[in-house]
């Protein structure tokens, strides 16, 4: 089993990044698929989640209409569109796979993304 994150860089605030995550191992179209973050001494947090079927995302506040998050099953990917980025946003994004029905999940290595001036 593997996520692969990738996309990851500097860039300067207002600008976009986009993130991928490659899914490997296991099948793809059974795990829900979520972004999380974590910045510099604080705890790891969601930041956005599409369901296995993709029909159904959800954001945390702080990056609604900012950031979309989407898959393509037939490519077993994940992405985060990232815009209008801030400050704020700066820390190692993680992708998270967790099956629909059953115990597993998996985590990617994390790509770290820096937003500054």
């Known amino acids: 089993v593997e996520l692969v994150e990738s996309g990851g860089g500097w860039v300067q605030p207002g600008g976009s990044l986009r993130l991928s995550c490659a899914a490997s191992?296991?099948?793809?179209?059974?795990?829900?698929m979520s972004w999380h973050r974590q910045a510099p001494g604080k705890e790891r947090e969601l930041v956005a989640s599409?369901?296995?079927?993709?029909?159904?995302?959800s954001y945390a506040d702080s990056v609604k209409g900012r950031f979309t998050i989407s898959r393509d099953n037939d490519r077993n990917t994940v992405v985060l569109q990232m815009n209008n980025l801030k400050p704020a946003d700066t820390g190692v994004y993680y992708c998270k796979a967790v099956r629909r029905f059953g115990n597993s999940n998996y985590w990617g290595q994390g790509t770290q993304v820096t937003v500054s001036s």
């Open positions: 599409i369901l296995s079927f993709g029909g159904f995302t």
């Open positions: 191992g296991f099948t793809f179209n059974n795990y829900d």
